[in-house]
């Protein structure tokens, strides 16, 4: 849902009780529903991948809503789930209990030019800031893929970005500094976001320059490529052998665009999905689809524009995906012997016939893989990903907090030194647990929560 900033116009944040149990004393829970409004319906990630019946969705557009509705949480010893627009590849975003979808609350608070920073309520969307920090002359430093997460969808998971009876609470680096820092990466368990106050810069264009190299040329000197940009990225091609990869420096140049509806939309689009779709019966044909795929994407290509219509991409039809972070010093035997495994695997008539691209990037080495869903058609991807992430996890790889792995309480304590640090941060702020969707508690606090609990398709019009 998108809708276009407004002023903001209710009191800001502060430390006081005005959402706290005694605000709520006196109403009945018939007359919070009543003042809610909540709606019943299935709700599915963007991947398609994950599918859930909250018991009610709430739209909140004030805080003193989103303290009601923590109320009623309360009261009926649901749990709560606040979400973003459900980009999520994992079941991270999925609840059946309350969710809070966070769109409504999308107002800009502040947008200093001077000060180059805004404050903005947690629901706004990156493209929807995009555009008001434009106005202003601003943008972001540095960007994901895409702009549909919401703000705090992206601080929640990391994006590459209390309980305590439901009282405001305003942290920072040196406010609550555990707090704050719990909440950067708090995979909804620290609370309700509300707003957030971030700083940006300057407004600026990239120049993104791309080649395609031969697979052996590029891993050879992968180190010294990733130097050449300020944002260097890498698309790797498995079954075609190459990788393409794209330097995108700061410019001035006038905006200079590629590509047509023939080559980027039919071709590249459609009759690679078509292709796909087919790959799920003769299973040879997806080679032939990483082949096309990488061919329609080599040759040189220069691109200028405004740094978010550079740094976003298509990515394409629903997908499974994983994504791991591992140190760069680990990243080239680890690539290595993941292609030694799929070359093996291609050459195996009932091997598997990986999809594409694997994308890296360079913060630390960021490796991603897919298995496309064309037409938002299953394709299997358990033996790939299953191999990929032992590989990844063997040479000191972390998950991607929004994607889904299989890493238990044990296993992350022993990659996260602050594990029990977060946890505590978790015990204090959400006294009853109300935070603890099913995710929370599988990972965090590692409960038996069936990890395919919302992996079933729900049929349109299911109750619960
Ligand atoms: C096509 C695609 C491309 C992507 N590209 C990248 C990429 O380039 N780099 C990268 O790092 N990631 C990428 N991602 C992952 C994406 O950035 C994250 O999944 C992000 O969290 C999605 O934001 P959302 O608003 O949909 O959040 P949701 O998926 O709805 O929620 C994510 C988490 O945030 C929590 N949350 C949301 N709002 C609040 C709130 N107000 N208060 C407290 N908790 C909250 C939820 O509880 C949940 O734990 C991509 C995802 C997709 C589908």
Redesign the pocket.
């Known amino acids: 849902m998108s809708q276009s900033p407004k002023p903001i116009d209710d009191a800001k944040p502060s430390d006081g009780p005005e959402y706290g149990e005694e605000a709520f004393a006196g109403i009945s829970t018939e007359h919070l529903y009543q003042k809610l409004q909540p709606i019943t319906l299935i709700s599915t990630?963007?991947?398609q991948t994950w599918y859930c019946i909250p018991l009610a969705v709430f739209e909140p557009e004030t805080v003193e809503q989103c303290g009601t509705i923590l109320e009623l949480a309360r009261r009926e010893g649901k749990v709560v789930?606040?979400?973003?627009?459900?980009?999520?590849?994992?079941d991270?975003?999925c609840t059946t209990g309350f969710m809070?979808?966070?769109?409504r609350?999308n107002r800009i608070i502040e947008i200093s030019s001077e000060k180059r920073c805004f404050e903005a309520e947690?629901?706004i969307?990156l493209n929807e800031l995009h555009q008001e920090l434009g106005r202003h002359g601003l943008a972001f430093s540095s960007?994901?893929?895409?702009s549909?997460?919401?703000?705090?969808?992206?601080?929640?998971?990391?994006?590459?970005?209390t309980g305590l009876a439901f009282h405001l609470i305003v942290c920072s680096p040196t406010q609550d500094s555990d707090l704050f820092n719990a909440?950067l990466c708090?995979?909804?368990?620290?609370?309700?976001?509300?707003r957030v106050k971030m700083t940006v810069e300057p407004a600026f264009r990239l120049k993104e320059i791309g080649e395609t190299l031969p697979f052996d040329e590029f891993i050879g000197k992968m180190g010294e490529l990733a130097k050449r940009a300020e944002h260097p990225r890498f698309w790797w091609f498995p079954a075609a052998g190459t990788v393409r990869c794209g330097y995108a420096n700061r410019t001035t140049e006038p905006v200079r665009t590629n590509g047509s509806w023939f080559w980027d939309r039919l071709l590249a689009y459609h009759a690679v999905q078509a292709i796909l779709f087919a790959g799920r019966y003769i299973t040879s044909l997806n080679t032939y689809a990483g082949r096309f795929a990488a061919w329609l994407a080599s040759g040189g290509s220069v691109v200028v524009n405004d740094s978010y219509k550079v740094?976003n991409?298509d990515?394409r039809y629903p997908?499974n995906?994983t994504?791991w972070a591992l140190p760069l010093r680990n990243a080239e035997a680890c690539i290595r012997e993941f292609r030694q495994w799929i070359e093996k695997e291609i050459r195996d008539p009932n091997g598997i016939r990986p999809h594409f691209p694997i994308?890296m990037?360079e913060t630390t080495c960021?490796i991603?893989i897919v298995q496309f869903k064309p037409y938002g058609f299953d394709t299997p991807y358990h033996k790939y990903f299953d191999h990929f992430e032992r590989v990844v996890f063997e040479h000191g790889g972390r998950p991607?907090?929004?994607?889904a792995h299989k890493l238990k309480p044990d296993d992350l304590r022993k990659l996260y030194p602050k594990f029990d640090d977060f946890r505590s941060v978790l015990d204090r702020v959400d006294v009853k647990g109300i935070?603890r969707?099913e995710?929370?508690q599988r990972h965090v606090f590692g409960v038996d929560v069936d990890p395919r609990v919302f992996k079933k398709r729900v049929l349109p019009g299911a109750t619960r």
């Open positions: 990630n963007w991947g789930r606040a979400v973003g627009v459900g980009h999520s590849p994992s991270l975003a809070i979808r966070m769109t609350m947690a629901g969307t960007l994901g893929s895409i549909e997460q919401t703000l705090a969808g992206v601080i929640s998971t990391s994006t590459h970005g909440t708090g995979i909804g368990a620290t609370g309700v976001i509300l740094f991409v990515c997908q995906t994504e994308e990037r960021w991603g991607h907090w929004a994607k935070f969707s995710y929370v």
